[in-house]
């Protein structure tokens, strides 16, 4: 299947999970990535859970504090 994964085509084995991709692609500190699936928003603990499908487009988001 084909996937848009951080703006770059790519393709994967159909059935495979946000979990694995996450996996495959060496996401730095998985658990502190937000996964934006289509433009919304998955939750991390329905990673495990929810399939990609073909076309689908997955952006790893990663939130920063800072300042004073």
């Known amino acids: 299947m084909k996937l ?3 703006g770059n085509p790519k393709e994967y084995a ?3 999970t946000i979990a694995q991709l996450v996996e495959l ?3 730095e500190t ?3 990535v937000t996964v934006s699936l289509n433009e919304a928003f998955v939750e991390s603990g329905d990673f ?3 399939t990609l ?3 689908d ?3 790893f988001l990663y939130f920063m504090g800072g300042g004073w």
């Open 4 to 6: 848009v994964v951080a």
């Open 48 to 50: 495990a859970k929810t």
């Open 14 to 16: 159909d059935g495979l």
């Open 53 to 55: 499908h073909d076309g």
């Open 30 to 32: 998985p658990m502190y």
């Open 57 to 59: 487009n997955v952006e």
């Open 25 to 27: 692609e060496k996401v």
